[in-house]
């Protein structure tokens, strides 16, 4: 899942949510405002299904393929305290989602490939790794490099804003200031982490 590459207004029409941020599949998904498939009504899902939607909303969402999300289940479990809640707010601390919650980038595909090619920094040094867990006081910065700043000040025109508590963002600075960690209120997908939690404690 780290790499989908299929119609992605289709994963949106499935999900009935904009995973897919990009302008193509949110006005595709728009136009077919119901699921893929021959039957054009919604079925109501059985608990089994509840669950497969809600963890594959994830797994798209952020990104991720089924052995990251297992290895961030599997931390959280660890920690004290409700486990959906923290498998959510590792998802949140990755860098590829700090970067578009700052408006960096327009979508999150675009701000994984921006992560992967080395276009930002943490407290100024290169990070190229998507899955980079920020902390609390972290400065996420587009790399000095003029064609880099140049790019970067047209994306945060277009880019659609977040109200995100947890990063300060300054656009002139092309620059992203961690405040705190974020919480499960402050997770930016609508997702039922509990029939998760269930589904992968099988």
Same mark, same amino acid.
């Given at each position: 899942?780290?790499?989908?590459?299929?119609?992605?207004?289709?994963?949106?029409?499935?999900?009935?949510?904009? #995973?897919?941020?990009?302008?193509?599949?949110? !006005? =595709?998904?728009? +136009?077919?405002?119901?699921?893929? $498939?021959?039957?054009? !009504? !919604?079925?109501?899902?059985?608990?089994? &299904?509840?669950?497969?939607?809600?963890?594959?909303? @994830?797994?798209?969402?952020? &990104?991720?393929?089924?052995?990251?999300? +297992?290895?961030?289940?599997?931390?959280?479990? +660890?920690?004290?305290?409700?486990? &959906? /809640?923290?498998?959510?707010?590792?998802?949140?601390?990755?860098?590829?989602?700090? *970067?578009?919650?700052? $408006?960096?980038?327009?979508?999150?595909?675009?701000?994984?490939?921006?992560? =992967?090619? &080395?276009?930002?920094?943490?407290?100024?040094?290169?990070? /190229? @790794?998507?899955?980079?867990?920020?902390?609390?006081?972290?400065?996420?910065?587009?790399?000095? +490099?003029?064609?880099?700043?140049?790019?970067?000040?047209?994306?945060?025109?277009?880019?659609?804003?977040?109200?995100?508590?947890? @990063?300060?963002?300054?656009?002139?600075?092309?620059?992203?200031? #961690?405040?705190?960690?974020?919480? =499960? =209120?402050?997770?930016?997908?609508?997702?039922?982490? $509990? *029939? *998760?939690?269930?589904?992968?404690?099988?």
């Amino acid at each position: 899942m780290g790499r989908y590459t299929g119609p992605k207004a289709r994963i949106n029409r499935r999900l009935d949510f904009q #995973v897919y941020e990009n302008a193509g599949a949110v !006005r =595709a998904s728009e +136009r077919k405002a119901y699921p893929p $498939g021959q039957a054009n !009504r !919604r079925k109501k899902l059985s608990n089994y &299904g509840t669950a497969l939607h809600e963890k594959q909303k @994830i797994k798209h969402y952020y &990104g991720l393929r089924e052995r990251q999300l +297992r290895k961030y289940f599997a931390k959280a479990r +660890r920690m004290k305290g409700n486990t &959906g /809640d923290h498998l959510l707010v590792q998802c949140e601390r990755r860098l590829d989602n700090v *970067v578009r919650r700052a $408006g960096f980038t327009v979508t999150r595909l675009q701000a994984r490939q921006a992560v =992967a090619h &080395g276009h930002f920094q943490v407290n100024g040094r290169t990070v /190229d @790794i998507a899955s980079f867990q920020v902390s609390a006081g972290d400065v996420v910065s587009v790399k000095n +490099r003029p064609n880099l700043k140049e790019m970067y000040a047209q994306l945060v025109t277009q880019s659609q804003s977040y109200d995100c508590a947890w @990063i300060s963002t300054d656009k002139d600075e092309l620059k992203a200031v #961690v405040t705190t960690v974020p919480t =499960a =209120a402050d997770v930016s997908l609508p997702v039922n982490s $509990g *029939v *998760v939690v269930a589904f992968l404690a099988r």
